[in-house]
DNA sequence: CGCAAATTTGAACCAGCTCAACCGTAGTGG
DNA sequence: CCACTACGGTTGAGCTGGTTCAAATTTGCG
């Protein structure tokens, strides 16, 4: 293996493994798995369409570095973004699984990212309960992001979502090691920002600005300044519960067992 | 095992075992598995709650008759619905990894499910790759209805959205082997609609007097009679892809070995 | 029958949309 | 070095899909 891609190993076991060790035990045998599994870093450029909507799948990744964007075109013309992906998060999934892509998946920044094929991944799987433990614990942390995306569509205003979307994304951004959290860097422009949240950009500009009249935060030239954290947290309902998990300690008798190395 | 046990397992098999076996090959192997977990049929009245919302999970289900609604309670008084769990499909399967629901979980009709409990499950899970798999197909699956949802919230009309909805429900209840598609009994009151769809119950009950004058569908006294499906799902923009998956087959050299029963 | 819950309808209102014009900034090419 | 262009952001004005309020009607059910 060479230098880069043990860096990247590292990298990738600094946020995948960062992300799930709260729940799991990440002992080296847990590494070595995704060590083996993860020996071919591939590296996307800002705009690349990994999946069209409509077309087919092709391989699993497992993002490393970058924003990719899961999309809806609609017949009208306009866009819902379904799921922003970051790093530690695997990317087309279903690819396992089905066919063709009803979503768009393109890349918001450049991009490294892991490419897991299918057949190696689904025999991995075979073999390793760890990881299918681990996938497993992935969809439901990605499920209950949609879960919670539903809520703010269907039952806040414009202002709770984008305060909502934003502690969220933060909330996400600090597992994967940023730097600082009072100044993160967003790569999305506020036209898609406002397709994440289903309003016009219209209002999303105009949201954002009320939010920096009443100085609770700053988003300009993709710089998102947070000056009142509380208050953005109170505003939006926001509970990290759904982003950090709490493990169950009651029924913890066959997790040994069921996160053995097969 | 008695016999209305046996005849629960047979529903149970043209419910679930339907569900996937468009995808997995069903075979007694894999129908003796599902033999085995469930042996516990438990019956729950209309109006029960499984879960309450931020209360501690207590084991999976999985349902074989009646509906469950999954929604979030708001404090505003407020509410969304974020699923409907519909037989066939599981209920708390996040019980398996988390402690707490943000959520609750309450039964819109009588119930039958079967008790998975969580060490059984776990356990089940790491000597059986084929289970493993049957729920990595049940989540994606209900990921891709999640985000489905999550365009519609976005981006469609109340109109729209509620063409969709019933154009999902519709397709879902098929796969549950229902008598009839013309004329279905749906056990949900124009408000819990309403909540499904993130719109006011005043503004539901005009979209369906709109669609009862165009003379596409009536949902009175719980029955929804379709008179133009052709027309509702072109409104709806609806595409049944997301449900009946097209199961891929450019990649199946390691599907065998997966669906092997370990 | 009689109560409680669900539905229906009209009227006023408003959060967010569309349209349209303008601004700022980063290329780009001459 | 400037002119031109393109693209994203900003702002105001008017509009509308959907909300809220309120009252009447129907339905389910003991």
Redesign the pocket.
């Given at each position: 293996m060479e230098a880069q891609e043990e860096a990247g190993l590292i990298a990738l076991a600094e946020i995948l493994l960062n992300k799930i060790s709260g729940f799991f035990d990440v002992d080296d045998a847990v590494k070595a798995t995704f060590a083996e599994i993860c020996d071919d870093l591939q590296e996307f450029e800002a705009g690349t369409v990994i999946v069209p909507q409509g077309g087919d799948y092709g391989d699993v990744y497992l993002l490393e570095r970058g924003w990719v964007m899961r999309s809806r075109h609609m017949e009208n013309g306009a866009r819902q973004i379904v799921n922003v992906v970051l790093p530690g998060d695997f990317v087309a999934m279903n690819a396992l699984l089905f066919a063709r892509s009803d979503f768009e998946l393109s890349c918001k920044t450049d991009v490294s990212a892991y490419r897991l094929p299918s057949e190696k991944l689904g025999n991995a799987l075979t073999r390793n309960a760890m990881l299918s433990a681990a996938l497993f614990w992935v969809n439901a942390h990605e499920e209950s992001l949609l879960a919670e995306r539903i809520v703010s569509l269907g039952r806040r205003?414009?202002?709770q979502r984008t305060a909502h979307v934003l502690c969220e994304l933060v909330a996400r951004l600090q597992i994967t090691g940023v730097q600082s959290i009072e100044q993160l860097m967003l790569p999305i422009?506020?036209?898609e920002f406002s397709d994440i949240l289903?309003?016009?950009?219209?209002?999303m500009?105009?949201t954002?600005?009320a939010f920096e009249r009443d100085n609770i935060l700053s988003f300009?030239n993709s710089i998102l300044v947070i000056q009142n954290k509380g208050r953005l947290e109170l505003e939006a309902g926001f509970d990290k519960g759904y982003i950090q998990f709490t493990r169950r300690n009651d029924r913890n008798s066959w997790r040994p067992n069921y996160l053995e190395i097969g």
């Open positions: 205003s414009a202002r422009s506020q036209e289903g309003i016009s950009i219209v209002h500009n105009k954002l600005r300009r």
